[in-house]
Antibody, heavy 122, light 109 residues
Framework: EVQLVESGGGLVQPGGSLRLSCAAS????????MSWVRQAPGKGLEWVAN????????YYVDSVKGRFTISRDNAKNSLYLQMNSLRAEDTAVYYC???????????????WGRGTLVTVSS | SYVLTQPPSVSVAPGQTARITCGGN??????VHWNQQKPGQAPVLVVY???DRPSGIPERFSGSNSGNTATLTISRVEAGDEADYYC????????????FGTGTKVTVL
């Protein structure tokens, strides 16, 4: 079955760290860009970061630059998000998403995981 | 950065047609994608590149895009279509390239 399964969420104090994982199965993980997308409670979707197939390119939304690091291990079919210096505004469900494009001027998410909740609170 | 605006809510009776708009400056020049999110569930792609459907998505879901407005149309609405719907574009010229709309809650009466 083609799927993405996130893990690693939980409650963390402001300033703390957390590492999220995403296990991919049912498709050739190493052939795809991958992204993290988050959703704060009762809010909309926000793209956080993405990474190229071989890990050579990584991009981040401004609000997490310098604090979050995206990485992948193609041998383990896994995507990661290391989150440091966490803030209350980072509280959200974090989704792992397969990042796809059929055209040079278009990218979208064609497969999503169920998400993992990160709560930053004292 | 690029902004996408959706109506907060749309209500529709079963069997009728729901139309969800996504407004953006010259959005017709971009490819628009639509995601459905049911309560407590992960989003699901229902339309990509303006009007194409992934495999497994019913033909009742269709999309169009022109000028400053893209539209997701759900024909013969069913109770199971009740969900939040988000449009999304990719703005390659921006530092924040993946842009989501504000989301529309579709309620089936």
């Amino acid at each position: 079955e083609v799927q993405l399964v996130e893990s690693g969420g939980g409650l963390v104090q402001p300033g703390g760290s957390l590492r999220l994982s995403c296990a991919a199965s049912g498709f050739t993980f190493s052939s795809y860009w991958m992204s993290w997308v988050r959703q704060a409670p009762g809010k909309g979707l926000e793209w956080v970061a993405n990474i190229k197939q071989d890990g050579s390119e990584k991009y981040y939304v401004d609000s997490v630059k310098g604090r979050f690091t995206i990485s992948r291990d193609n041998a383990k079919n896994s995507l990661y998000l290391q989150m440091n210096s966490l803030r209350a505004e980072d509280t959200a469900v974090y989704y792992c998403a397969r990042d796809w494009s059929r055209r040079v001027d278009s990218r979208y998410f064609d497969l999503w995981g169920r998400g993992t909740l990160v709560t930053v609170s004292s | 950065s690029y902004v996408l605006t959706q109506p907060p809510s749309v209500s529709v009776a079963p069997g009728q047609t729901a139309r969800i708009t996504c407004g953006g400056n010259n959005i017709g020049s971009k490819s628009v994608h639509w995601n459905q999110q049911k309560p407590g569930q992960a989003p699901v792609l229902v339309v990509y590149d303006d009007s194409d459907r992934p495999s497994g998505i019913p033909e009742r879901f269709s999309g169009s895009n022109s000028g400053n407005t893209a539209t997701l149309t759900i024909s013969r609405v069913e109770a199971g279509d009740e969900a939040d719907y988000y449009c999304q574009v990719w703005d390659s010229s921006s530092d924040h390239p993946y842009v989501f709309g504000t989301g529309t809650k579709v309620t089936v009466l």
